[in-house]
């Protein structure tokens, strides 16, 4: 496990009511049912705890909270090496190209941003690399 945060546990101390639910949260999480206490919930407890460290980030914790009271923010990791191009300091990193195979479509889909059009400038020659500098 690195010891780089993930991932951002908020419950929400307005909503949570672990004396009026029966502690669904818990009971779901895969974590807990291997024996860790990613998640926990007393009966003197006003809220739910939930360990940032332990927490696998699959999203059902919030899912099964009747409350809606617990959200899981999953951060990217920052990857340090295999960086192809960077537009700037403190700006838009591209790493590792898409490898296209002779006689295969290749297909790239993704969100606004993520790099999709920069990879085919950098794979069409239109655009040279810098590898981060």
């Known amino acids: 496990m690195s010891d ?5 546990a908020i419950v929400n101390s ?4 672990p004396k009026k639910c029966r502690q669904e949260c818990k009971k779901s999480c895969p974590v807990v049912r291997t024996g860790k206490l990613c998640i926990e919930v007393t009966n003197e407890s006003k809220i739910a705890f939930i360990s940032e460290r332990l927490c ?3 999203g059902i914790c919030p899912k099964k909270c009747p409350f809606d009271a617990i959200n899981i923010i999953n951060l990217p990791t920052n990857l340090e090496s295999q960086v192809t191009h960077r537009y700037s300091a403190n700006s838009f990193k591209l790493h590792r190209l898409p490898m296209p195979r002779p006689g295969q479509v290749l297909g ?4 606004n941003g993520t790099g999709k059009s920069t990879a085919l400038k950098i794979l069409s020659g239109k ?3 810098n590898l981060g500098r």
């Open 4 to 8: 780089k945060l993930t991932r951002i």
């Open 108 to 111: 790239l889909v993704g969100g």
């Open 127 to 129: 655009l040279k690399p």
């Open 14 to 17: 307005d909503k949570c009511k």
């Open 56 to 58: 696998i980030g699959c």
